[in-house]
């Protein structure tokens, strides 16, 4: 049984680097100017490092996964390792006050959010006031 546990473990943690490898080519083929410089302007302003990190986990909701793709995307050179170690910080920050916000009382709060986002969703169809109507209904 321990031993099957532990292959089972082993070929997890062989799937997750092949992942990393295959996301981190990916982004190499991929990386467009404008996310490269706004990631190089992130890691040159530490402050917005932490800020882009805690937005990232905040709409993807895992701070893992944003781990996983700074990892990929610092491997293949999109990014640098400071880059990266300011947005990861970001990241764990963000899911801590996801956790605190979610221990709040917000149950009015969260009515008012859906009735709002429900109303900007339904007079624009398309836009920034769409996009904020999809963030307060999320």
Do not use: D
Request: aromatic fraction near 8%; glycine fraction near 14%; include cysteine.
């Amino acid at each position: 049984m321990v031993g099957r546990a532990m292959a089972l473990f082993a070929v997890g943690v062989a799937l997750l680097f092949v992942g990393v490898r295959i996301m981190s080519t990916g982004l190499k083929l991929q990386a467009e100017g404008r996310v490269h410089r706004l990631l190089s302007y992130a890691g040159v302003h530490p402050c917005l490092g932490v800020l882009l990190g805690m937005v990232v986990t905040a709409l993807i909701q895992s701070s893992s996964a944003v781990t996983v793709m700074l990892v990929s995307m610092t491997e293949a050179g999109v990014i640098t390792f400071h880059n990266a170690f300011a947005i990861t910080l970001g990241a764990n920050i963000g899911t801590t006050l996801t956790g605190f916000i979610m221990a709040l009382s917000v149950g009015e709060l969260g009515f008012w959010s859906l009735l709002a986002g429900l109303l900007l969703i339904i007079w624009h169809r398309q836009g920034r006031s769409y996009t904020a109507g999809l963030i307060l209904v999320g």
